[in-house]
């Protein structure tokens, strides 16, 4: 991902949005990286800052990369600039990480249990930051971006199952076995724990949230996660 701010020539910016990056290597290189940018943003005068964070990213968060997004958050508040921080819920997109394997085989490994996830769309949540960024709000404000309803692991696999007309078992499993089912399927080792916080998250109620800030912001609604489904069923089924 890319960082939008303005060059330390460029006085008196007006308002700037930071795109968390994609470095995940929770030695707080990526933490560093946001720091610089906000330093950067307070130094060329900026108005406004607005960041794309994730939702609940408090220190308890069980995400291993949660503080990354909430030390960013608490450098935006410190640098005195008014700001806009968008806590982006999981993606749609998200499910092509697990859904095709799980249609293939029949079984969807988890450690959710009925935690909830209310996906959304990330051309959904683009279009209600854009709108943010866009519009003339000067007040510091956290929006949650969310879609439209929260499901659990079975229930979105009875969704996938009515798209699709492939049966899906969910099995549910401790973290511990997970991230060795992870690993020996050839998730890296280093990898594997990161993607199994997430399914510790969501059995802990912290992703469950429904918010309407998508529509709020952009005047639309959300893309529904059955939309998203059949929208996708030649590239989920194969």
Avoid at 59 to 70: K, R, T
Avoid at 87 to 100: A, H, I, K, T
Avoid at 136 to 159: C, F, K, M, R
């Amino acid at each position: 991902m890319t960082r939008r701010r303005s060059s330390r020539h460029s006085r008196g910016a007006g308002r700037v949005l930071i795109i968390s990056t994609g470095e995940i290597d929770l030695g707080g290189k990526r933490l560093k990286q946001h720091e610089n940018a906000v330093a950067a943003a307070r130094e060329a005068g900026v108005s406004h800052l607005l960041y794309t964070s994730m939702p609940n990213p408090e220190p308890v968060s069980p995400v291993l990369f949660a503080g990354d997004h909430y030390g960013t958050e608490q450098a935006i508040k410190a640098s005195g600039i008014p700001y806009t921080i968008f806590r982006n819920g999981w993606y749609q997109e998200n499910l092509f990480m697990s859904l095709p394997h799980a249609i293939v085989s029949g079984q969807w490994y988890t450690s959710a249990a009925d935690g909830r996830i209310a996906h959304g769309a990330r051309d959904d949540m683009a279009v209600a930051i854009a709108a943010g960024l866009a519009s003339g709000d000067t007040e510091s404000t956290t929006y949650t971006l969310t879609g439209p309803q929260a499901y659990t692991v079975a229930e979105i696999a009875a969704l996938v199952t009515d798209v699709t007309g492939r049966p899906i078992e969910v099995v549910q499993l401790s973290d511990e076995a997970l991230t060795d089912g992870l690993t020996a399927a050839g998730v890296p080792s280093d990898f594997a724990p990161v993607v199994v916080s997430f399914d510790t998250n969501t059995r802990s109620g912290r992703i469950g949230v429904v918010t309407d800030a998508i529509e709020t912001l952009s005047g639309k609604k959300p893309q529904s996660l059955k939309q998203f489904l059949e929208a996708n069923k030649a590239v989920l089924a194969g």
